[in-house]
T-cell receptor, first 115, second 111 residues
Framework: AQSVTQPDIHITVSEGASLELRCNYSYGATPYLFWYVQSPGQGLQLLLKYFSGDTLVQGIKGFEAEFKRSQSSFNLRKPSVHWSDAAEYFCAVVGSGAGSYQLTFGKGTKLSVIP | KAGVTQTPRYLIKTRGQQVTLSCSPISGHRSVSWYQQTPGQGLQFLFEYFSETQRNKGNFPGRFSGRQFSNSRSEMNVSTLELGDSALYLC??????????FGPGTRLTVL
């Protein structure tokens, strides 16, 4: 069964500092990987996705993520964090060819930003 | 292009009642999935409908059911509500593996 692990429950960074949120996945075949962001009381917004090709993918709001098959990781990065980035971030995987679009999510990482 | 809409946005029910939540997907999307989000369990998959057929189901009791109509709109129903059913219910609409768009959710509170 596929699974996603986000080791950090809560991260606090200063505004302007760099950010890296970790994500490890377990899936037997080629995964499709996603990062979503959720502001309090809101739905999920897609930041970026990876399904093939270049292992460094660019997303919205200045975020990027790197897929590393050897480490089963898909870490999210941002060079300079803004106060508006404070939210909860979820990594997710869907199995290609599984016949279903079911997403498996990690538990999420809550990001706090210090002004 | 309109996004995924969910109604109602907030709902308060009492134990034992039943509830129906609605989701309208993005035009052209034939897959609708439902997720339950709670602080303790995180985001858990409930079920997915594709072209009016349930294609996949998560590990939830039979009190949770759903359906999809010919226009791809979907409803989910929870019968005999329990306190533990209090959650944010999210609907996702998609056309393929590489895109999943979420609605704002319905916040259900069971008293």
């Amino acid at each position: 069964a596929q699974s996603v692990t986000q080791p950090d429950i809560h991260i606090t960074v200063s505004e302007g500092a760099s950010l890296e949120l970790r994500c490890n996945y377990s899936y037997g075949a080629t995964p499709y990987l996603f990062w979503y962001v959720q502001s309090p009381g809101q739905g999920l917004q897609l930041l970026l996705k990876y399904f093939s090709g270049d292992t460094l993918v660019q997303g919205i709001k200045g975020f990027e993520a790197e897929f590393k098959r050897s480490q089963s990781s898909f870490n999210l990065r941002k060079p300079s964090v803004h106060w508006s980035d404070a939210a909860e971030y979820f990594c997710a995987v869907v199995g290609s060819g599984a016949g279903s679009y079911q997403l498996t999510f990690g538990k999420g990482t809550k990001l706090s930003v210090i002004p | 292009k309109a996004g995924v809409t969910q109604t109602p946005r907030y709902l308060i029910k009492t134990r034992g009642q039943q509830v129906t939540l609605s989701c309208s997907p993005i035009s052209g999307h034939r897959s609708v999935s439902w997720y339950q989000q709670t602080p303790g369990q995180g985001l858990q998959f409930l079920f997915e409908y594709f072209s009016e057929t349930q294609r996949n189901k998560g590990n939830f009791p039979g009190r949770f059911s759903g359906r999809q109509f010919s226009n791809s709109r979907s409803e989910m129903n929870v019968s005999t509500l329990e306190l533990g059913d209090s959650a944010l219910y999210l609907c996702a609409s998609s056309r393929s593996y590489n895109e999943q768009f979420f609605g704002p959710g319905t916040r259900l509170t069971v008293l």
